[in-house]
């Protein structure tokens, strides 16, 4: 009885924990403008990127070499991004202002990913540069 | 006998538990959050006695399981001292550290209290349901401790974005590793089951997401909620 209790608790708190997580990344990232370079490499338009963008950028993302301190950031904003999508299908007839918050939610996840994208860009120059440099 | 995969999460929480420390050291953290860097060197010495303690009896020996699960509790409660002082960060501004650490040290008693009166009645019969029960405990209490921090902090207008990271990721590994110890404790054939690896891979989850935060985010404080931010903007 006790464990099953200490079950549903912990479940319940880790999903709160991993959506407040997420949450938290994204208004992080959310202050960082884009530079140019990002939109030139990924064709953004506008002033902000869609919410759809975001597969787009992850794809960007994994053509660049692999930087181990943003890896945990671009999962957990991923998964979060999945289950938003889900929830935005599940509610676009039935409530249509949760799923007009996980649209803006799935913005603000697009939105990482290009800055994900944009720090990737400037880690690869500088390894780049690092080994230009290097050599003889 | 250990496998590739074992062997490939060994070498992973190494080198992830390194990168915590050389990251808080990089971002001039280290004093700062010194119950982290203790914490990772915790953990690193408790791999490196759990790798001994497998060459020596194997895994699948009596002697490894107690080892593995008693050294997992100890950690936790190494872990404690790191949600302490989070508690402290949180609370600076309003001068309640002297509270907090009185909280602090009684709490750390009655752990202590706690999990002597439990082995002593159980001295006859540590089995590995009391190991994992033990574990379970534990680790609740530390799910309850972090939720109510994390309230608290959503209480305060200032909101250090490194400090909520860092609460944030305690929280998923202590209520993810409760819920699976839970999952086990609740029916035995689980056991032996793929939710053994859950906790190597929520305990690689911390090191990861607090190099990410030290790394990654910038310290500034997060003032408002994203909610009130899309607003303001």
């Known amino acids: ?136 | 006998m250990l496998g590739p995969v074992d062997y490939a999460l060994w070498v992973a929480g190494f080198v992830l538990e390194a990168a915590v420390v050389v990251s808080m050291f990089y971002r001039g953290a280290l004093a700062r959050y010194f119950s982290i860097a203790v914490d990772m060197a915790c953990t690193f010495a408790a791999q490196c006695a759990q790798y001994v303690c497998s060459l020596k009896f194997g895994v699948s020996s009596r002697q490894y399981f107690h080892f593995y699960y008693y050294s997992d509790a100890l950690r936790t409660v190494v872990l404690f001292f790191v949600v302490i002082q989070l508690y402290q960060h949180a609370f600076a501004a309003m001068g309640a550290s002297r509270y907090i650490r009185g909280g602090a040290f009684l709490l750390l008693v009655l752990t202590m209290i706690l999990s002597y009166i439990v082995v002593r009645q159980h001295k006859a019969h540590l089995t590995e349901g009391f190991v994992v029960e033990l574990g379970q405990d534990l680790y609740f209490v530390g799910t309850v401790l972090t939720y109510i921090l994390w309230g608290a902090m959503m209480k305060l207008r200032e909101r250090p974005a490194w400090l909520m990271q860092l609460v944030l990721a305690l929280g998923i590994y202590f209520s993810a590793t409760a819920g699976t110890y839970a999952l086990r404790d609740l029916s035995p054939a689980w056991r032996g089951s793929s939710l053994i690896w859950v906790s190597p891979i929520a305990g690689l989850w911390l090191p990861v997401a607090w190099t990410y935060t030290f790394l990654a985010t910038p310290e500034k404080p997060l003032f408002v909620t994203s909610r009130i931010a899309v607003k303001a903007q």
Request: some cysteine; charged content about 20%.
């Open chain 1, 1 to 136: 009885m006790i464990a099953a209790l200490i079950y549903v608790v912990s479940l319940v708190v880790l999903i709160q924990f991993f959506v407040y997580y997420c949450r938290s990344a994204l208004a992080s990232s959310r202050k960082v403008a884009l530079s140019a370079r990002v939109r030139d490499a990924a064709g953004v338009g506008g002033d902000s990127v869609a919410a759809d963008d975001f597969e787009r950028f992850l794809e960007l993302v994994r053509l660049c070499p692999e930087n181990s301190a943003d890896r945990a950031g671009i999962r957990a904003v991923g998964t979060y991004y999945s289950l938003l999508h889900v929830l935005a299908r599940l509610s676009q007839t039935t409530v249509p202002s949760v799923a007009a918050w996980a649209e803006r939610e799935r913005q603000g996840c697009s939105h990482f990913a290009a800055v994900a994208l944009d720090r990737r860009i400037s880690f690869s120059r500088d390894l780049f540069v690092q080994q230009a440099s290097s050599r003889p």
